[in-house]
């Protein structure tokens, strides 16, 4: 089965600091991984996925297929960047749709 | 343009009744889904539709029901609530990965249901 694992529920680091999600998913052909987040009172939405090779808001993930790995990175983190982070792997497509499989989530918290 | 729009937002329900949680999307996407989210778990998927009057089983699809009577619309029924759905519930809608489209999934702002 598919799965996506991120290892930290919660996350806390100070502002300037670098921080690192982590994300890893279960090898299965070639899956497409994505990070989505969710800022308070908001949507969830897409942060960035990874055949899209942009920084986002600072933020860029690196797939690592050897490591089965998509952990997301900043340099510098901002407290705009405090929110639910969550780590999605595709599944089988049927017909197209996108069904993808979710980790667990790692709430982030910016302190001052 | 609304996007992804569920209603209701909140609801309690007792042991045994049914409801149905409305979603509405307004993009013309030809895919819905329905999540639910839980502390530590994540987001699973519950049923999805690819499209009018379709609709197929996801991660968690016992004591669920879909319906996709017309293309925007994609509800969600419960016919006999238990604590165990306690949960957010979420839709979200997508449209085929093409070149101009990434097949980005674009969600609603969830529903809070409580079940006593």
């Known amino acids: 089965a598919q799965r996506v694992t991120q290892p930290e529920k919660l996350l806390s680091v100070f502002k300037g600091a670098p921080v690192e999600l982590k994300c890893n998913y279960s090898?299965?052909?070639?899956?497409?991984l994505f990070w989505y987040v969710q800022y308070s009172r908001q949507r969830l939405q897409l942060l960035l996925r990874h055949i899209s090779r942009e920084s986002i808001k600072g933020f860029t993930a690196d797939l690592n297929k050897g490591e089965t790995s998509f952990h997301l990175k900043k340099p510098f983190a901002q407290e705009e960047d405090s929110a639910m982070y969550y780590c999605a792997r595709s599944g089988p497509a049927i017909q197209g749709a996108q069904k993808l499989v979710f980790g667990q989530g790692t709430r982030l918290t910016i302190n001052p | 343009n609304a996007g992804v729009t569920q209603t209701p937002k909140f609801r309690v329900l007792k042991t045994g009744q049914s409801m149905t949680l409305l979603c509405a999307q307004d993009m013309n996407h030809e895919y819905m889904y329905w999540y639910r989210q839980d502390p530590g778990m994540g987001l699973r998927l519950i049923h999805y539709s690819v499209g009018e009057g379709t609709t197929a089983k996801g991660e968690v699809p016992d004591g669920y029901n879909v319906s996709r009577l017309k293309k925007q619309n994609f509800l969600l029924g419960l016919e006999s609530a238990a604590p165990s759905q306690t949960s957010v519930y979420f839709c979200?809608?997508?449209?085929?990965?093409?070149?101009?489209?990434?097949?980005?999934?674009?969600f609603g702002e969830g529903s809070r249901l409580t079940v006593l």
């Open positions: 979200a809608s997508s449209s085929p990965p093409g070149r101009k489209n990434t097949g980005e999934l674009f």
């Open positions: 090898y299965s052909g070639s899956p497409e």
